[in-house]
DNA sequence: TTGCCTTTGTGACAATTGACACCGATGCGA
DNA sequence: TCGCATCGGTGTCAATTGTCACAAAGGCAA
């Protein structure tokens, strides 16, 4: 039972449905790094995020990653639709990009909902769509640019994510997330740096464009 | 009006629904090379692929290109779904991989036999999945493998398309597929060649392992 | 056949990125 | 304070890819 609190926000659903949502959802804690879902495992509930953010990332064989998107306030994870519905396993990574917050749907209620609440289904439909776009934004960065302005992107969608100016994060948290080696990052930030974009600081990085 | 001929082929549609199908759809024909869809364009009605296959592209501003993934016969395009019910324009290119057939749907329909077929419903979110996929072996191509896999890959799945150890291109339309150079598909297709795996003619591939 | 356009082949070179080695700086805990 | 692990900086070199220049080969039409 989730509290009325969390889900007011949703404005867009029935008050019928967000009493489903508390009656029937979980309420779970994330802490910054901790794995919401990992690739192999099975999702049995829908995650809607009331606070915070979700980092996924995509992994090979090898375990070498790539950053995809972002999820934060509102959001679902599109990919746990699709598992859910076809119950195969994820294909994606999901941990927390900072403390985050999110109640977990069982599955069973997504169709369900669907058929009930109009706003339900528009926002299923939604999380689809918005998905898709950052799947071809993510498209965009690995075919279209250079290391140096995908780090640029990375670093400002960080940033904009907590609207702070502070960027916490080793280079080697970066080179993963852009599957590339460490010296590359420290070497691109230099050159951010010597652009007067950033201030590099130890596990920090201060922006200094909006 | 549509054919019983070129609907009755998705089986798992309540024959009312095909006879719906039938009666709003209306029948294209591609050409080779021909566009469906181009960024920009605002799309009202649905594809349903009947014959042959389109090739989804991805364009930057620049007018560059990268291949997302093909459809092909009983596929729909996400994007149009996406893009219809938020009624914005396109953000890929559509074209025809070879002589092919679709059904158009109006809009309106989708969510209209969602409510009412409950095999519609489901391929809707088939399609929907099923893209998702596609996306993400699309990103795993740009992320993870270098241009000769890529290529490799490519050659495999146009030759899988129509079944045939033929693969018709010329090296610049595979370079704009893989958004590298000329150059670099000649060099890597005479490295393939050298390890056996097809052999190059003029405007075609011959491919030499299944 | 001749001319011309398209396609393919290739060498040379540059830019980007990846890999390795190694060192210095920072910060924490014993 | 010392020891140690983590983080960041840099030089060198290699691999991959992109770019330019130019030539050869294929094929079509006059």
Known sequence: MVSTQSTTQFHEFEPKLIEDIEKTGS??????????????MYVRSIPIILKGSLKIMRQDEDGKETFLYFLTKGDTCAMSLTCCTANRPSTVRAVAEEPSELILVPVEKLDYWMTLYPSWKAY????????????????????FRKMDERLWRLLKKKAALQEKRYVYATHQELADELNTSREVVTRLLKKLEG???IITHRNRIEMMTK
């Not at 309420?27 to 879902?37: A, C, D, H, Q």
């Not at 439909?125 to 690995?142: K, T």
């Open 124 to 143: 299923v439909f939604q999380a689809y769509q918005r998905r898709f776009d950052d799947m071809l934004e993510a498209v965009d960065s690995l075919a």
């Open 27 to 40: 309420l779970k804690t994330l802490e910054t790094g901790e794995e919401l879902m990992r690739p192999g």
């Open 195 to 197: 652009l007067g974009k």
